[in-house]
């Protein structure tokens, strides 16, 4: 098979060094008068029939019989076939559209009609080549299906899977209706730093650079959130950015290094406003790409219509836990209960430390409609206002769909001495080794000094959105080009200064299930 695919690529090239030979090279082509696509013919036959148009795509399929041939074009919106006859376009062009080689692209000149069969087809009154495939696309019935190969090269897997370039298509709808929704709200579209030099905002481990021209060490962002505070200090009243964020962090299938996140800021609101602009923009965006509130993904349909449920996490660890944590009074009472029901914790966690973490484990896999989740612990809510009537809560929300964290916001902490405060305390749990801990930003505590109004903040996962939005089981099916492990990087022995966290598999980062496991283990031995 290696011998067959060899003996074609060498025949592709002197097919392409032929046509070079007889002032045929298509890669001297600079333009192509497009007039229609495939779609377009086929939904306006009736106003189109006997008229020429043109097209330009890939020729994904040719049949030659004698003086006339019949070849199939896709293009960006679906494909069509085309009638290729000697007498139409001549004997020369003829000669070499027999040459052509499926994968090429090439461009069409012709007068719509039916065939007998009754398909919608082109008159070929001119063929052009307008680039030469040099490789072979992947065999049309068992077409391109090792996901490996799929992520890798994504050029591949949207020429020969309808369904994921349908996908990408839809990502683009849904983040265009984001932008009209938000830009009807009165919202501001901004743009913030990707290289800082404190990145906060988040519980996340950066990536590092160094850059060269003032020779200091950066960071890549892991939130948008004390960038666009700072512009409602500014008097900036609703702004929002749609970009990338970069998390040190493992890979899965929720999970990508660099991955898309909203965040908007609104003045004079809390996270109650919150909630409700989410679900107006949730139902906005599911009626807007899906053309119906009701969304099937895998074996659930999330229904968009209802009202999302509201329920604070002392009341889900209640229902799916059968904790009642109002009766915990300290963070040995909070131990003592997670060691009961076996969720594992550090030697640095407190009490509300614990309370989240007892959620994820029993409570977050049952919210599968569109849920709020409420009043988090100031624990794990460094950014956030407390609640007046209990300050060891906060008024913070995370949103669930599918049993996924699908968004998160707050009601923003304004004041500048609990801030600063916060900050130490975070510090404190760095030193302790939180990684994930942020550190204390100068300006940004500044700019609350200027004075921040009472503001709500959100912000919103955009990859998760679109793999509900599309039905796509993992990250990497709505991402164009997901994080790979390089095929030539060498392979590398598990180190024992790695945390275990870093072992985050899922057949991703280790060359097998076996090995991931028993590096696993081994640093389990280690610690």
Not at 183 to 191: I, N, R, Y
Request: aromatic share 10%.
């Amino acid at each position: 098979m290696e011998q067959n695919l060899n003996e074609i690529l060498r025949l592709r090239r002197e097919k392409l060094a032929l046509l070079q030979e007889m002032g045929r090279d298509p890669f001297v082509i600079t333009k192509f008068d497009q007039t229609h696509h495939s779609v377009e013919i086929k939904e306006n036959y009736d106003e189109l029939e006997g008229k020429t148009v043109s097209i330009a795509g890939r020729m994904m399929f040719k049949r030659v019989m004698g003086k006339a041939s019949f070849c199939n074009v896709q293009d960006l919106k679906g494909n069509i076939q085309v009638y290729v006859a000697r007498d139409a376009i001549g004997e020369e062009s003829y000669f070499f559209f027999k040459k052509y080689d499926v994968g090429d692209i090439i461009g069409v000149t012709g007068e719509v009609f039916k065939t007998k069969t009754g398909e919608i087809s082109i008159h070929a009154s001119s063929v052009t080549l307008l680039s030469k495939s040099l490789q072979v696309l992947p065999e049309k019935y068992h077409g391109l299906t090792d996901t490996d190969t799929r992520y890798r090269q994504r050029y591949t897997d949207l020429i020969m899977n309808a369904e994921v370039k349908d996908t990408f298509v839809k990502r683009s709808k849904i983040i265009s209706s984001i932008r009209r929704f938000l830009d009807e709200q009165g919202f501001m579209e901004v743009e913030t730093p990707m290289l800082v030099q404190n990145a906060g905002g988040a519980a996340a481990r950066p990536f590092e650079t160094h850059f060269n021209a003032l020779d200091e060490d950066l960071k890549l962002r892991i939130s948008l959130e004390l960038y666009l505070k700072r512009l409602i200090v500014g008097g900036l009243e609703r702004v929002y950015e749609i970009g990338r964020v970069f998390r040190n962090e493992g890979l899965d299938t929720r999970h990508n290094p660099e991955f898309t996140l909203m965040e908007l800021y609104q003045a004079y609101t809390d996270y109650h406003g919150m909630m409700d602009l989410t679900e107006a923009m949730y139902r906005y965006v599911a009626q807007q790409v899906n053309g119906s509130m009701q969304v099937k993904y895998g074996d659930h349909v999330i229904d968009f219509e209802k009202p999302f449920a509201r329920i604070t996490m002392v009341d889900a660890v209640k229902q799916y836990a059968g904790v009642d944590w109002n009766e915990v009074k300290d963070t040995a009472g909070a131990r003592e209960i997670a060691d009961k029901l076996h969720v594992e914790y550090e030697g640095r966690h407190q009490k509300g430390d614990i309370l989240s973490l007892i959620f994820e484990e029993y409570a977050e896999k049952h919210l599968i409609q569109p849920t709020f989740v409420m009043d988090h612990p100031i624990e794990i809510s460094p950014l956030t206002k407390k609640k007046p009537d209990n300050p060891e809560y906060v008024e913070r929300f995370e949103m669930f769909i599918n049993g996924w964290e699908m968004a998160n916001a707050y009601s923003e902490l304004n004041d500048p001495i609990d801030q600063r405060e916060r900050f130490k305390a975070q510090e404190a749990m760095l030193a302790a080794g939180d990684e994930e801990a942020n550190t204390t930003d100068e300006d940004f505590l500044n700019a609350l000094e200027i004075g921040m109004p009472p503001t709500g903040g959100i912000g919103y996962g955009i990859d998760r959105l679109v793999m509900i939005m599309t039905d796509s089981p993992a990250i990497r099916d709505v991402l164009l080009f997901p994080t790979m492990k390089s095929l030539d990087q060498p392979k590398k022995e598990a180190k024992s200064e790695k945390k275990p966290a870093d072992f985050e598999c899922a057949c991703f980062t280790c060359p097998s299930q076996e090995e991931c496991k028993a590096a696993q283990e081994a640093e389990k031995a280690a610690h």
